[in-house]
């Protein structure tokens, strides 16, 4: 069992930038994916960045190339810095984990929030 904690959502100026921890408790064995997506108002949960155990990384387009993911193995963790910060990017953050030998088990947080206004 995987439990994850988001930290680091807060109120940020457009153009701000702001990074995201997110600290998962229980052992992430194998071939794994540790992501975060989000959620704003009145919207579906869409997918932010993944980051792979063997480093591939992927984004949404709307954040490539202002937002970076990355991870610590040993310390099981995930990050997400996030950069040049728009107001569309106002939502809740939840960190994801795949495990591929617990394919059909998504390991959720929380969510942590994130505010994009002056």
């Known amino acids: 069992q995987v439990q994850l904690v988001e930290s680091g959502g807060d109120l940020v100026q457009p153009g701000g930038s702001l990074r995201l921890s997110c600290a998962a408790s229980?052992?992430?064995?194998?071939?794994?994916?540790m992501g975060w997506y989000r959620q704003a108002p009145g919207k579906q949960r869409e997918l932010v960045a993944t980051?792979?155990?063997?480093?591939?990384?992927n984004y949404a387009a709307s954040v490539k190339g202002r937002f970076t993911i990355s991870r610590d193995d040993a310390r099981n963790t995930v990050s997400l810095q996030m950069s040049s910060l728009k107001p569309e990017d106002t939502a809740v953050y939840y960190c994801?984990?795949?495990?591929?030998?617990?394919?059909?088990?998504?390991?959720w947080g929380k969510g942590t929030l994130v505010t994009v206004a002056s």
């Open positions: 994801h984990v795949w495990e591929a030998r617990r394919p059909n088990v998504n390991y």
């Open positions: 229980g052992r992430i064995f194998g071939l794994n994916v």
């Open positions: 980051l792979t155990d063997d480093g591939s990384a």
